[in-house]
Nanobody, 119 residues
Framework: QVQVVESGGGLVQTGGSLRLSCAASGSIFRINVMSWYRQAPGKQRELVAAFTSGGRANYADSVMGRFTISGAKNTVYLQMNSLKPEDTAVYYC???????????????WGQGTQVTVSS
C-alpha cells in the first residue's frame, strides 16, 4: 500500500506565494509521475502540474509561469507565486507508483490541502 500526504496549504492574499509539499511512502518500488490536481467548489477536479520520474514538468495553461513543480525522492513540491482568487481550491497530490518491479502501476491520492486566496 502507498500513502500520500500533502502539506503547506493556507490562506494568502492576492499576489502572495505558497509552497505545497507531497510525500509518498509505503510499498514503493518505482514512481512514474507525481502530480498536483485541484478542485474548486462546484467544479471538476483539474490537473495543475505533473512531474515525471525523468524530471519532465507539465503545467496547466492557467498556472504556467506562476507555479513551479519540482521533485526529490518520493516527494514533489508545488511553488505557487502570484496567486489569484481563482486559484482557491483544495489541492490534491496524485502519485502513480508500482510496488513491484514487475507489477502494474496504480494511482494514489492524498487527502487534499486547502488553498484560499483572498482578494
Amino acid at each position: 500500500q502507498v500513502q500520500v500526504v500533502e502539506s503547506g496549504g493556507g490562506l494568502v492574499q492576492t499576489g502572495g506565494s505558497l509552497r505545497l509539499s507531497c510525500a509518498a511512502s509505503g510499498s514503493i518500488f518505482r514512481i512514474n509521475v507525481m502530480s498536483w490536481y485541484r478542485q474548486a467548489p462546484g467544479k471538476q477536479r483539474e490537473l495543475v502540474a505533473a512531474f515525471t520520474s525523468g524530471g519532465r514538468a507539465n503545467y496547466a495553461d492557467s498556472v504556467m509561469g506562476r507555479f513551479t513543480i519540482s521533485g526529490a525522492k518520493n516527494t514533489v513540491y508545488l511553488q505557487m507565486n502570484s496567486l489569484k482568487p481563482e486559484d482557491t481550491a483544495v489541492y490534491y497530490c496524485n502519485t502513480e507508483a508500482s510496488s513491484r518491479w514487475d507489477g502494474p502501476a496504480f494511482r494514489y491520492w492524498g487527502q487534499g490541502t486547502q488553498v484560499t486566496v483572498s482578494s
